[in-house]
């Protein structure tokens, strides 16, 4: 059963994740406003959306305004790819131009699914013909991609993953959650490994926050079930060599809730000392927190509260750039959604105060912060003006 808050926030959290939470898992219904987007080393804006069954690949030349164009379908079959709560199709563009793709496919069996991949070699001229990551093919959950390209080229692609559940069942052992499995790739997508564990017991629909380092390593952040029915935060290091990664944890809200909150961390470099980590939390002290993780001793700072926890705040997004950090999220009123942004000029120890960025009265996505030439941008779809694009004081 859901742990009560004591925040006044909490009837319309509660109703919130209802809307988005039936038992563990989440109502499949998809929405079309969910994309991902990403630059390249041109100034050009890459997009990957759902529509009618096909991930849609395009690209803008420029920038102020947008302007789309030469649509691709990137899968041969029409197929019900995931786009409800934290999913969506995932894009990334390698330091060589290469466009790399993954999404989920939402197979008959309610919450099972399967992750695609493809990629262009030629600068998004032509996308392989799409392969699914994993070697397990069963009908079950593969589900919640996360896709990120190390400097070096080697990709990483993690999802989660309901083997080590049906095994469990099988032999009437207990399991809480789902597990997070990743596979990678040295030859630019040509080929993935055999996937890997990373963790039993994490949250069955929230997103994985990932990020490849310049030593081809990658740092994976997620929200995990612990002793009790706590869902706080884990952290990981995987590479092409570990083979048994070791679990730390990230956040310290003891959060109980017998519901996966379909809100996601996000994860951001943070320098020689570790990471930025944004998340959303529903305890006795909701809404959204920062903190700094060392990378060597994996100790977090106090975390830091933002936003209005009357508001529904979530879904955060953060960028860095040496000692410049951004961090962005969602909130809702009864007339409008907002997306408020705030910024931090010594690596996350100090914050300018929050400023509303964007709003809208309709539908909306969740925010994304993309990075160009020390130039931080803004990028959040609506169902009233589309893709807006907007350019970040510095």
């Known amino acids: 059963m859901m742990?009560?808050?004591?925040?006044?926030?909490?009837?319309?959290?509660?109703?919130?994740?209802?809307?988005?939470?039936?038992?563990?898992?989440?109502?499949?219904h998809g929405q079309p406003l969910a994309v991902s987007v990403a630059l390249d080393a041109q100034g050009n804006l890459w997009r990957a959306s759902a529509k009618d069954g096909f991930v849609v690949v395009d690209k803008s030349l420029a920038v102020n305004p947008l302007i789309f164009a030469s649509p691709k379908n990137i899968n041969e079959k029409a197929q019900k790819i995931g786009t409800s709560g934290d999913a969506r199709p995932k894009i990334a563009i390698a330091h060589n131009g290469n466009i790399y793709l993954t999404w989920t496919q939402a197979l008959p069996t309610p919450y099972s699914g399967y992750i695609w991949f493809s990629r262009s070699i030629d600068g998004g001229k032509t996308f392989s013909p799409p392969s699914i990551v994993h070697q397990d093919r069963a009908e079950i959950t593969h589900r919640f991609d996360a896709l990120s390209v190390s400097p070096s080229g080697r990709i990483y692609v993690a999802w989660v993953d309901k083997r080590d559940l049906i095994a469990a069942k099988k032999t009437k052992q207990a399991y809480d959650g789902a597990a997070i499995y990743y596979a990678f790739s040295e030859d630019a997508g040509a080929s993935f490994s055999a996937e890997r564990k990373v963790a039993d017991s994490s949250?069955?629909?929230?997103?994985?926050?990932?990020?490849?380092?310049?030593?081809?390593?990658?740092?994976?952040?997620?929200?995990?079930?612990?002793?009790?029915?706590v869902r706080d935060h884990a952290m990981a290091k995987i590479s092409a060599n570990e083979t048994n990664p070791k679990i730390h944890r990230a956040s310290f809200g003891n959060w109980k809730i017998d519901a996966c909150p379909h809100h996601g961390p996000a994860i951001a470099k943070g320098g020689d000392w570790g990471y930025h980590l944004a998340w959303f939390d529903g305890g006795d002290k909701a809404g959204l927190f920062y903190a700094r993780m060392d990378g060597e001793a994996w100790v977090s700072s106090p975390a830091k509260r933002?936003?209005?926890?009357?508001?529904?705040?979530?879904?955060?997004?953060?960028?860095?750039?040496?000692?410049?950090?951004?961090?962005?999220?969602?909130?809702?009123?009864?007339?409008?959604?907002?997306?408020?942004?705030?910024?931090?000029?010594?690596?996350?120890?100090?914050?300018?105060?929050?400023?509303?960025?964007?709003?809208?009265?309709?539908?909306?996505d969740y925010p994304q912060l993309l990075l160009k030439n020390g130039q931080a941008y803004l990028a959040w779809n609506t169902e009233l003006d589309g893709l807006a694009w907007l350019k970040v004081a510095q």
């Open 203 to 229: 949250c069955e629909c929230c997103r994985i926050a990932m990020l490849a380092n310049e030593q081809g390593d990658a740092v994976m952040m997620w929200r995990h079930l612990f002793v009790g029915g």
């Open 306 to 364: 933002f936003g209005d926890a009357n508001s529904q705040t979530g879904h955060p997004a953060l960028i860095s750039d040496g000692e410049q950090v951004w961090l962005a999220w969602k909130e809702m009123t009864d007339k409008a959604s907002l997306v408020k942004l705030v910024k931090s000029n010594d690596g996350g120890r100090s914050w300018d105060a929050p400023a509303v960025i964007s709003q809208t009265k309709g539908k909306s």
């Open 3 to 28: 742990k009560t808050l004591n925040l006044v926030s909490s009837l319309a959290l509660v109703v919130a994740l209802a809307g988005n939470a039936c038992g563990h898992e989440g109502h499949d």
